[in-house]
DNA sequence: GGTTTGACCCTAA
DNA sequence: ATTAGGGCCAAAC
């Protein structure tokens, strides 16, 4: 049978950030990529902001194209999500306001060739 | 069902 | 190098 559309946006962007290994980040426009919406990663922010909920998604993991992280939202603070990277391994600088990521070291090679 | 809104990204000046 | 603007796709209003 063909598979038209099993699963939602919102839950294949779910589903990438979860493959997500620990100590590793990802950018928004890499999950869009994963879930085959290259241009898409907006709404994988999207998806995102409305997690904020169950803790079982690593949402720390996912930071801009610029290895900066964006949040600047009402639930959860830039700081809160430096700090769990931080928990986890990642080294994060905090410069001018707002905590920057080595994406060269850190981002998520999921089967990339380089 | 049209309009607005994003935890973004890319290009041009 | 930095700043400004448009584009993008999916969901909420």
Same mark, same amino acid.
């Given at each position: 049978m063909i598979k038209i559309i099993t699963l939602n946006f919102f839950d294949e962007v779910i589903k990438? @950030?979860?493959?997500?290994?620990q100590g590793k980040v990802a950018t928004y426009g890499q999950v869009a990529s994963l879930v085959s919406a290259p241009r898409?990663?907006?709404?994988v922010g999207w998806v995102l902001s409305r997690i904020k909920s169950p803790t079982d998604i690593p949402w720390q993991r996912v930071i801009?194209?610029?290895?900066? @992280?964006s949040i600047e939202s009402m639930a959860v603070s830039k700081r809160e999500q430096a700090k769990r990277l931080q928990a986890e391994g990642v080294e994060v600088v905090f410069r001018d306001g707002n905590?920057?990521?080595d994406l060269d070291k850190y981002q998520w090679r999921h089967s990339e060739l380089t």
């Open positions: 990438t @950030v979860k493959k997500i290994p898409a990663a907006r709404q801009n194209s610029k290895g900066m @992280v905590w920057f990521i």
